[in-house]
């Protein structure tokens, strides 16, 4: 696949980079239904040598795959990795189904998918919106109730599960393994659900929907993806929900542009032998970073960013990076 790279970054020289047009990519090799496993491997193997390239879609759902389109209208490949949401709003839920049917062609495409979920509190409606829902405060005794066996609000936050299992249960019909993101960022204030470390906290809450997903309902295409944000207070490791429960350890880098060698480390400590990502970034990843900092297996621009923060040079200069996998480089075993 170095070939059509190349022959695409020469088709560029000249040529302004809002014209490009064309499609430098072979048509990528379909992902047969796959077990989970295969994409752990996958990433495991590419530890240290290959980074996927990843692009969020936020809402609407109704467009799934804008931001992707336009990392092909800039570069003219595809992303190793598409990035979508269960979302939140009452018109977005009403379209989870655009999400997943997007989630299934990337697959089948030759893209890997990850799913992130900004969930509304159980302490309110089904739907909510960003400012005073997602991003919003609850009391600690509310909280409490949630990660306990018993409760009204810990029977509420299973039917809020319960809603979106079919959608899950779809994806893994299909043979469709997701990086699956609950609660990302739980070191931070601004969401509801963090900034709650040790064993009662949020973690915990993680623990309890990893417990109910893959045990309870049974859905084994879930590839456990844990998260924290870059913040420089560090103890990351008081949210970690432990071994049992965490597939992947990823980073989102917001406090500065791209990672330090010290978060860098302070993941590597968490992780251990598991893969660790960059589960979202505003920058690209720069030239020096992809070849310092080799142990990240994707990373995963977040959606309006790509343009807001980037110059199109920049975003091209990743994609044709060496170490960069786009899609049709992704090789499962």
Known sequence: MRMPRLLFALATVGVTAGAL????????????????????????????????SGQHNKEPANQPGQYTRQVHDITGQWPGLWGGDLMFRAEDIANRQSVIDQARTEWQNGSLVTL??????????????????????????????????????????LRRLDA?????????????????????????????????????????????????????????????????QDNPAGGWDAYYPGD??????????????????????QLQSIAGDRPIALAEMGKVPAPWLLDSQTRWSYFMIWSEQLRGNNSNAEIQETYFHPRVFNQGEVHLP
């Not at 064309?22 to 240290?48: D, H």
């Not at 899950?168 to 709650?196: C, I, Y």
């Not at 084994?220 to 924290?228: G, P």
């Open 21 to 52: 047009t064309l499609n430098s990519a072979a048509s990528a090799p379909a992902f047969p239904p796959t077990p989970k496993q295969e994409v752990l491997a996958y990433l495991n193997g590419i530890s240290g040598s290959n980074i996927v």
């Open 116 to 157: 992130t979920w900004h969930a509304c509190p159980p302490t309110g409606g089904t739907s909510c919106e960003f400012e005073g829902g997602v991003k919003s405060n609850i009391s600690d005794q509310q909280f409490a109730e949630i990660v306990t066996e018993g409760t009204g609000l810990h029977a509420e936050w």
């Open 164 to 228: 979106v299992v079919p959608y899950l249960r779809q994806l893994q019909d299909a043979g469709v393994p997701v990086l699956f993101r609950p609660f990302h960022e739980m070191n931070e204030s601004w969401n509801w659900w963090g900034n709650r470390p040790g064993p009662n906290g949020s973690s915990r809450l993680f623990q309890i929907t990893h417990d109910y997903l893959a045990d309870a309902q049974g859905l084994d295409n879930l590839i456990w993806v844990w998260n924290v």
């Open 244 to 265: 049992d429960y965490v597939e992947v350890a990823s980073l989102d880098v917001w406090y500065k542009d791209l990672p330090s060698d010290g978060d860098y480390r």
